[in-house]
């Protein structure tokens, strides 16, 4: 049983993780931190009075590089996914639009904005208002805007620094 009563050590957090690591391989997707809880309680490394601490060490881990960024599943992701929306044209109403748009494809294509500049900028802010308020800059200058809702959750954090790595700007990154 993990003892989460103290202060956990560097040493016992790697405990952690490897317990954590060896049954993420049995389960084959990603589960919420307070899943990990009731997987622990299952295997009967913790109890359930130890959940909140034990929420609070695997985010630890995760910030220490212990446990990949990704490791726990998106809890803010609480919408539907695979809704299909019909579509409401006409096929020849659709097949209009597009011979249109082919016509003018040149006013659709998107330039490398970031290509040969020194720096790469994302702008995060905390309430929707304030991205509805900068919006129109960052539109006009192509910089990506996100509303992190509050403190942003670590895998918020880490799809902010994926999108600044897979940025154009960053396969010139190693020329600095």
Same mark, same amino acid.
């Given at each position: 049983?993990?003892?989460?009563?103290?202060?956990?050590?560097?040493?016992?957090?790697?405990?952690?993780?490897?317990?954590?690591?060896?049954?993420?391989?049995?389960?084959?997707?990603?589960?919420?931190?307070?899943?990990?809880?009731?997987?622990?309680?299952?295997?009967?490394?913790?109890?359930?009075?130890?959940?909140?601490?034990?929420?609070?060490?695997?985010?630890?881990?995760?910030?220490?590089?212990?446990?990949? $960024?990704?490791? !726990?599943?998106?809890?803010?992701?609480? +919408?539907?996914?695979?809704?299909? *929306?019909?579509? =409401?044209? &006409?096929?020849?109403?659709?097949?209009?639009?597009?011979?249109?748009?082919?016509?003018?494809?040149?006013?659709?294509?998107?330039?490398?904005?970031?290509?040969?500049?020194?720096?790469? $900028?994302?702008? !995060?802010?905390?309430?929707?208002?304030? +991205?509805?308020?900068?919006?129109? *800059?960052?539109? =006009?200058? &192509?910089?990506?805007?996100?509303?992190?809702?509050?403190?942003?959750?670590?895998?918020?954090?880490?799809?902010?620094?994926?999108?600044?790595?897979?940025?154009?700007?960053?396969?010139?990154?190693?020329?600095?």
């Amino acid at each position: 049983m993990l003892d989460f009563s103290k202060k956990m050590t560097i040493k016992q957090k790697e405990e952690l993780a490897d317990i954590l690591l060896k049954l993420s391989e049995t389960i084959g997707f990603r589960i919420s931190s307070r899943g990990w809880c009731y997987q622990l309680e299952q295997e009967r490394y913790i109890n359930k009075n130890q959940f909140n601490k034990v929420e609070e060490s695997i985010n630890k881990c995760i910030k220490l590089g212990l446990l990949p $960024i990704d490791f !726990v599943a998106d809890e803010d992701a609480r +919408k539907f996914d695979g809704i299909e *929306i019909p579509d =409401k044209d &006409h096929p020849l109403t659709d097949l209009k639009y597009w011979l249109n748009h082919t016509l003018d494809c040149e006013n659709h294509y998107s330039v490398d904005w970031w290509k040969g500049e020194k720096y790469y $900028i994302q702008v !995060v802010v905390e309430k929707i208002d304030l +991205k509805t308020l900068f919006s129109p *800059i960052t539109e =006009k200058y &192509h910089i990506p805007i996100a509303t992190s809702r509050g403190w942003g959750s670590i895998l918020q954090r880490g799809d902010f620094t994926i999108l600044a790595k897979e940025s154009p700007m960053l396969q010139l990154w190693d020329e600095f």
